[in-house]
């Protein structure tokens, strides 16, 4: 089962404030443990909203929105793409993190669909189409290591 875990953001990741080299070493010690044991296939931390754009649909309509986004306990300020075995497992290296900002944070984890989760709602030709990219991606993924 693959889950996003993504780290909310705070007043201080919105403002920039870069973490101290103890909470670096830290986090990375963690990630360090999450690739070791095949937990982790991906992760990043995020630039605050100011420098990011939201794309508003209506219809054939688009709109561009600029950053910082309000309600900054409603954004991302980083994410990791796991691989589990199930929830309780995510849950239980989420208490292993260390705290991910200077105070109070919290972290959501969220499963990935899988294909298999559309079978009743695609025709087979689409989701061969979705197959297919995921491969062509496997496939870019793999040349670059």
């Known amino acids: 089962m693959r889950v996003m875990v993504m780290v909310k ?5 919105e403002a920039g404030v870069m973490p101290s080299n103890e ?6 010690k963690f990630n360090e443990e999450l690739v070791n044991a095949g937990i982790m296939l991906a992760g990043e931390g995020l630039k605050p909203s100011s ?5 508003a649909f209506d219809g054939p309509g688009r ?8 309600e900054t306990r409603e954004l991302v300020a980083g994410y990791w793409i ?9 849950v239980e290296w989420v208490k292993r993190c260390p705290n991910p900002m200077p105070g109070p944070s919290e ?8 294909l298999s989760d559309f079978a009743e709602a ?3 030709d689409v989701i061969e ?4 990219t995921g491969e062509r991606l496997a496939e870019r993924e793999a040349g670059k290591s």
């Open 63 to 70: 709109r561009v929105i600029d950053g910082p986004f309000a």
């Open 23 to 28: 909470l670096g070493e830290a986090m990375g």
């Open 122 to 124: 695609l025709t087979p």
């Open 129 to 132: 189409l979705h197959e297919r």
């Open 51 to 55: 420098k990011g754009k939201r794309v």
């Open 107 to 114: 972290i959501e984890i969220r499963p990935v669909y899988e």
């Open 82 to 90: 796991w691989e589990v075995k199930d929830m309780d497992e995510a």
């Open 9 to 13: 953001a705070t007043t201080d990741s």
